[in-house]
Nanobody, 123 residues
Framework: QVQLVESGGGLVQAGGSLGLSCAASGRTFSSATMGWFRRYPGKQREFVAAISWSGDSTYTDSVKGRFTISRDNAKNTVYLQMNSLKPEDTAVYYC?????????????????WGQGTQVTVSS
């Protein structure tokens, strides 16, 4: 069993920054692909960013240049630094983990999920 525990959400004004963390336990982290997704009320989860075991990262177009995903394998933790936040970034953010290393943008390919953390950006 794998546990993912997120932290760092909150309320921020537009243009501000927030950092999210996700700590993993229970299985080999260093070989996993880690992803961040978000969900708007009444919508399905959408892909935000992912980072491979080797550190290669990818982002959805709407956050490129503003968000940065990173990982610390020694701490079994993945991070999402969010800068220049916009009201449309308001959502519940989830981290997820998979070991397939493919289709990282598909929520269905992830094996375990965190509980989610609310990010609210006021205008």
């Amino acid at each position: 069993q794998v546990q993912l525990v997120e932290s760092g959400g909150g309320l921020v004004q537009a243009g501000g920054s927030l950092g999210l963390s996700c700590a993993a336990s229970g299985r080999t982290f260093s070989s996993a692909t880690m992803g961040w997704f978000r969900r708007y009320p009444g919508k399905q989860r959408e892909f935000v960013a992912a980072i491979s075991w080797s550190g290669d990262s990818t982002y959805t177009d709407s956050v490129k240049g503003r968000f940065t995903i990173s990982r610390d394998n020694a701490k079994n933790t993945v991070y999402l630094q969010m800068n220049s936040l916009k009201p449309e970034d308001t959502a519940v953010y989830y981290c997820a983990i998979q070991w397939k290393g493919i289709y990282y943008y598909r929520a269905a390919e992830y094996d375990y999920w965190g509980q989610g953390t609310q990010v609210t950006v006021s205008s």
